[in-house]
Structures are given as C-alpha cells and as structure tokens.
C-alpha cells in the first residue's frame, strides 16, 4: 500500500526566503509522484508531477521538486518566496501499475512573512 | 482553458437532509472521481468512474453516499441522510483515462451540516 508522510503541518517563511516543503513516499513498485497546491476554498491546482522521467522537475510560479529513490522523498523548493505563495501544499503518489488513485499527504500550510 | 465544474460551491444542511452534488467533468475525459477532504486533511477518494462504471467505491460509505455517471459525462454525488461528520470539502476531478493521466480538480463543494 502507498502512503504519504509531510513533515511539518505549518511552514513559516520571510518573503524572499527559501521555501522546502518535505514529503516522503513509500510505495511498492516505482511511484508516479505530484505536488498540488490549493488556495482557500479552492480546489487543488498541479503544481508538477515525476513521471520517471528526470529526477529533477520543474513546475508553475518557480517551484520545482527532486526524486530521490534513496530517500524515498520528493521534496518541494523555491529559491525565493513570494507572499502570493501562502496556500496549503499537498504531496500526492500514485503507484505505477496500479489505477489512478492518488494517495495525499496531510498538506503543509505555507505562510509568508513580508 | 477547460476546467472542472461543480456545483453549488457552498451547502448548508440540517443532519438528516439529502444533499447532492453536481460535477461536470473537462470535455474529453473519461476518468471522474469524487474526494472527500476534511479541513486541515488531504482530500480522500471516495469513488472513481471509468466511462460510465465505477472503478473503485472501496471508500465509499455505501449505506449513506451514493454516486452516478449514467452517460459518462457529468457524474452527481448524494448523501441521504446527511451526517454532522459528513462537514468537509467534497472534490470532483478527471483526467483523460490512462494511469498516467493528470487528475485536475474542480474548485469544490463546501459542505457544512448542522
């Protein structure tokens, strides 16, 4: 069974910071692994996905997120955060010859300091 | 761009009260599926369609919730009898019908039971 582990319900940052949103996966078979983000009363919005492609990925608004099987993570980062960032960040993981059932994470809630 | 629509955006109920709700899914997929998100939770699947079949309802509490897609387009999700633990954010996506396939969201239904 896949399951996803966000460590961190609330990430504070200054504006201009560096944001890491941690997410660790564990799966049985190589996953297929998203980040969405959502903004209040809103629904969730692809931020990126790895599809076993490259390791390192690239996604909207300057984010981008790296695959290491090692680790069994797929962190989030953005070199410098902007107060239009705040929002709840979901880390998402579909096992690749199952369905298309994503599994989320519990979601960190990301606030920007100006 | 094409987007998921559900409706109505907010609902307020007394326990004991039929719901439902109401997604139409990007013109073209084939795959809908319905979450439930409790606040401060990721969102949970509670079933997903394939065409006009349900895929997986393994989470779908059957004797209250019941779902429909009967032409494989829009798709309607019914509680009978509301619940207070039925409060939450009920989620439709699709994607188009592989297991690669991105699963995009709709912007959601408050629900709140009283």
């Known amino acids: 069974a896949q399951s996803v582990t966000q460590l961190g319900s609330h990430v504070s940052v200054s504006e201009g910071a560096l944001v890491l949103l941690r997410c660790n996966y564990s799966?049985?078979?190589?996953?297929?692994l998203f980040w969405y983000v959502q903004y209040p009363n809103q629904g969730l919005q692809l931020l990126l996905k790895?599809?076993?492609?490259?390791?390192l990925v690239k996604g909207i608004n300057g984010f981008e997120a790296e695959f290491k099987k090692s680790e069994t993570s797929f962190h989030l980062t953005k070199p410098s955060a902007h107060m239009s960032d705040a929002a709840e960040y979901f880390c998402?993981?579909?096992?690749?010859?199952?369905?298309?059932?994503?599994?989320f994470g519990g979601g960190t809630r990301l606030m920007v300091k100006p | 761009e094409a987007e998921v629509a559900q409706s109505p955006r907010y609902k307020i109920t007394e326990k004991s009260q039929a719901v439902a709700f109401w997604c139409d899914p990007i013109?073209?997929?084939?795959?809908l599926y319905w979450y439930r998100q409790i606040l401060g939770q990721g969102p949970e699947l509670l079933v997903q369609?394939?065409?006009?079949?349900?895929?997986?309802d393994s989470q779908l509490p059957k004797d209250r919730f019941s779902a429909e897609r009967l032409k494989g387009v829009d798709s309607t999700l019914k509680i009978q009898p509301a619940e207070l633990g039925d409060s939450a954010m009920y989620l439709c996506?699709?994607?188009?019908?592989?297991?690669?396939?991105?699963?995009?969201f709709g912007p959601g239904t408050r629900l709140t039971v009283l």
């Open positions: 998402a993981v579909k096992e690749g010859n199952a369905g298309n059932m994503l599994t």
């Open positions: 790895y599809t076993s492609a490259a390791t």
């Open positions: 799966s049985s078979v190589p996953p297929y």
């Open positions: 996506a699709s994607s188009l019908r592989t297991s690669t396939d991105t699963q995009y």
């Open positions: 013109s073209g997929h084939a795959t």
């Open positions: 369609f394939q065409d006009e079949s349900v895929v997986d």
